[in-house]
């Protein structure tokens, strides 16, 4: 079946620009996560759902980071007013239920660079 | 809070030779351990996962990886490398309690050479 899908797969922007990344995860998968991983580090968590219900939001570096999945299945992560700190590839994954050990499926990521 | 540290951020190796990839975590609870892989130009893909019973965990790919409390250590190993291996390789542990966030180490590239 199909996997976690992100969209786009690249995108350049300008500092002070807006962005919006798309994530579709595995169809009938209850949990979502947000991951940002910068050059050379390991990813970071940034957001969770359950369904439609962002439960943890500790992880977003500032309020110009958004998330929302208001069906509880796309998700999409909007970032406002783009810095130059910005730029990192943005990890999608989805798990059937969160919890228990259950493994995280990752999309191929959004590799954004702001200029 | 968790961390992990992945002291060794490149791992050159010989095609055929065995390879170790060390991995050490720090948590005041208990924790699930995973091991992912990142092939050039792919997402993360689980290898194995450490979730509770036998400390030795195999993938289906030859590695293997053995959860050790004392040492608080999940080491990676391949008694014998392909090229097909090289990949950048990342540990990660999660809280046993709750949705189970993922905190990563830096990861380590695993380069084989014929």
């Known amino acids: 079946g199909a996997g976690v899908s992100q969209s786009p797969r690249y995108k350049v922007t300008k500092r002070g620009q807006d962005v919006a990344l798309r994530c579709d995860p595995i169809?009938?998968?209850?949990?979502l996560f947000w991951y940002q991983q910068a050059l050379g580090q390991g990813p970071e968590f940034l957001t969770y759902f359950q369904n439609e219900a962002q439960l943890d939001k500790s992880g977003l570096p500032s309020d110009r980071f958004f998330a929302e999945r208001p069906e509880g299945s796309v998700s999409t992560l909007k970032i406002q007013r783009t810095q130059q700190e910005d730029s990192a590839v943005y990890l999608c994954?989805?798990?059937?239920?969160?919890?228990?050990?259950?493994?995280?499926?990752f999309g191929p990521g959004t590799r954004l660079t702001v200029l | 809070a968790q961390s992990v540290t992945q002291l060794d951020s490149q791992v050159p190796v010989f095609e055929e030779a065995p390879v170790e990839l060390r991995c050490n975590y720090s948590s005041s609870v208990s924790v699930y351990l995973f091991w992912y892989v990142q092939y050039p130009n792919q997402g993360l893909q689980l290898l194995l996962k450490y979730l509770s019973g036998s400390t030795l965990v195999e993938s289906i790919n030859g590695f293997e990886a053995e959860f050790n409390k004392s040492q608080t250590s999940f080491h990676l190993r391949k008694p014998s490398v392909h090229i097909s291996d090289t990949a950048e390789y990342f540990c990660a542990v999660s809280d046993r309690l709750g949705f189970q966030k993922l905190v990563f180490g830096t990861g380590t590239r695993l380069l084989v050479s014929p």
């Open positions: 169809s009938g998968h209850v949990s």
């Open positions: 994954a989805s798990s059937l239920v969160g919890g228990w050990g259950d493994t995280q499926y």
